[in-house]
């Protein structure tokens, strides 16, 4: 005695474009505000790039559901007065700084900035590398390069990996050597 059941398999529906960005968005949300760190962000968008049904992108996305409304004002408020304290401390800060003079836009050579004597500006500390950094004027932007040192270079609190534009006013460091830039 012989049956035969007929299974009618249907394909899943495909997965719109839409669905698939909504996923990556809250996932780049919850990577942006530290839900998830970046190993796990890079893990789950290539997930969410091969899945195939909404329910597996649901269950990628389960743990990041948004926030509420309460939430997200409670925490763009301490943001923004987080982010009010840093910069009051960095103004108050700044003016007890000594100044560094950015060097006259028309020089063609660059500001050399270690320990080495024959740097332009010499800093005996022994935060300081040798060679530490170079400042250079590009394109009418003041730009400041790290130039490996161990200690690093920072701007505005921010280490520099590279090189970054400054211009007056900002704090610079090399190693624990910290300054205000001026242009007089």
Same mark, same amino acid.
């Given at each position: 005695m012989t049956s035969s059941f007929e299974f009618h398999t249907?394909?899943?529906p495909r997965l719109s474009d839409a669905e698939r960005d909504r996923a990556l968005s809250v996932l780049r949300?919850?990577?942006a505000v530290g839900r998830i760190s970046h190993n796990t962000f890079v893990h789950r968008m290539e997930l969410a790039l091969a899945a195939r049904t909404s329910d597996e992108l649901a269950a990628l996305?389960?743990? @990041?559901?948004?926030?509420?409304?309460?939430?997200?004002?409670?925490?763009?408020?301490?943001?923004?007065?987080?982010g009010f304290t840093v910069r009051l401390s960095r103004a108050w800060q700044a003016e007890k700084l000594p100044k560094l003079l950015l060097p006259r836009p028309e020089s063609p050579y660059p500001l050399r900035i270690g320990r080495d004597?024959?740097?332009?500006?010499?800093?005996s500390h022994e935060t300081v590398s040798r060679?530490?950094?170079?400042?250079t004027r590009?394109?009418?932007?003041?730009?400041?390069?790290? @130039?490996?040192?161990?200690?690093?270079t920072?701007?505005?609190?921010?280490?520099?990996i590279g090189a970054a534009v400054v211009q007056a006013g900002d704090q610079v460091s090399f190693g624990r050597m910290s300054f205000r830039l001026a242009t007089d």
């Open positions: 249907y394909p899943a949300e919850g990577a996305t389960a743990d @990041l559901r948004k926030e509420s409304r309460f939430s997200r004002l409670v925490f763009g408020t301490v943001e923004a007065v987080s004597p024959a740097s332009g500006l010499r800093l060679v530490h950094a170079e400042l590009q394109g009418g932007l003041w730009v400041l390069r790290d @130039l490996g040192s161990t200690n690093g920072s701007v505005n609190g921010r280490r520099v």
